[in-house]
């Protein structure tokens, strides 16, 4: 057997057409969407997700502002700042991005930001909407990876469905967003880190997600034949050769990296029906799902 791949690209260009045309009548209306997001401090992977971020706000037609704050910017004054943000009509969403400095507790400044302008989907109050299955806007990377096993045409009901990670932004949506029909839903079970025998869970699965940032932790040998498997982790990790030894970048002196996944690829494809691949598969949902949300949240505030 050898997997069909999900397309998340294709997914993306289609869910990206589909916005342009309610964006649209927005600007019909002389009204201008713009996403705001907060950097607090430099950090290298939060610039590449801003500079995605920035792009995909710009091909869409909404306006996209990064507002920087110097890293000793404590946990009062960047509250202040939500508040601000929260207050000011021009704001149509805004996204706190991560990590932030050492003495800032993230769930409090999330608790902070309007629920109407939570385009992460993180708020308490956004987060129960998405427990009584009434969500606006729900976390980014879990509404991707459940449209991108949607692209499957799998039937869900009674499917057995084993989630490996419990993150508040991937796991635990993933698992409610799966609860959402009273009678058309599966059966989700939630693996984590103090999972005691994982394999145990994934060999009787239907559809696997996992997205917990280990490269090669479910191996092909851990999955049920004709398993649908949607892999959300996104790892970078070094180039071997056939002797497994890094092969080194010439110009560089540096070894040569790729992008993988937390499934061992090679070894699944050959045992599920359908896989999404890294790269290609649920990354370019992420940014997708935020424009999404961005154009709800406007709704929520029109």
């Known amino acids: 057997?050898?997997?069909?791949?999900?397309?998340?690209?294709?997914?993306?260009?289609?869910?990206?057409?589909?916005?342009?045309?309610?964006?649209?009548?927005?600007?019909?209306?002389?009204?201008?969407?713009?996403?705001?997001?907060?950097?607090?401090?430099?950090?290298?992977?939060?610039?590449?997700?801003?500079?995605?971020q920035k792009k995909a706000c710009e091909e869409m037609g909404l306006v996209y502002e990064l507002k920087e704050l110097p890293a000793e910017t404590g946990e009062a004054e960047l509250l202040k700042f939500v508040e601000n943000l929260n207050d000011d009509a021009k704001?149509?969403?805004?996204?706190?991005?991560?990590?932030?400095?050492?003495?800032?507790?993230?769930?409090?400044?999330?608790?902070?930001?309007?629920?109407e302008k939570d385009v992460e989907g993180l708020n308490p109050y956004n987060m129960g909407l998405l427990v009584y299955g009434k969500q606006k806007v729900a976390p980014c990377t879990a509404m991707g990876a459940v449209e991108l096993l949607k692209t499957s045409g799998v039937e869900l009901k009674g499917r057995e469905v084993v989630v490996v990670g419990h993150s508040e932004i991937v796991g635990k949506p993933i698992a409610l967003l799966?609860?959402?029909?009273?009678?058309?839903?599966?059966?989700?079970?939630?693996?984590?880190?103090?999972?005691?025998?994982?394999?145990?869970?994934?060999?009787?699965?239907?559809?696997?997600?996992?997205?917990?940032?280990?490269?090669?932790?479910?191996?092909?040998s851990m999955l049920k034949p004709g398993a649908i498997v949607i892999d959300i982790g996104i790892n970078r990790v070094p180039v071997l050769?056939?002797?497994?030894?890094?092969?080194?970048?010439?110009?560089?002196g540096k070894p040569k990296m790729k992008t993988v996944g937390d499934v061992e690829f090679e070894k699944a494809v050959e045992v599920c029906s359908y896989i999404s691949p890294v790269p290609g598969g649920v990354g370019p949902l992420t940014v997708t799902m935020l424009i999404k949300n961005t154009v709800e949240c406007a709704k929520w505030q029109d």
């Open 178 to 220: 799966m609860l959402q029909s009273l009678m058309e839903s599966p059966t989700p079970t939630v693996c984590h880190i103090a999972t005691k025998d994982l394999s145990f869970h994934t060999r009787r699965a239907d559809i696997v997600f996992v997205g917990v940032g280990k490269p090669g932790l479910i191996k092909g």
């Open 241 to 252: 050769n056939e002797k497994g030894e890094k092969v080194i970048d010439e110009k560089t």
């Open 91 to 115: 704001v149509t969403g805004i996204i706190l991005q991560m990590p932030l400095p050492q003495g800032i507790n993230p769930r409090n400044i999330q608790t902070k930001i309007a629920p």
């Open 1 to 52: 057997m050898s997997a069909i791949l999900l397309d998340g690209e294709g997914l993306a260009k289609k869910i990206k057409d589909g916005l342009k045309a309610e964006i649209g009548e927005f600007k019909a209306k002389g009204k201008s969407l713009t996403l705001v997001a907060i950097q607090v401090g430099e950090n290298p992977a939060s610039r590449v997700y801003v500079n995605q």
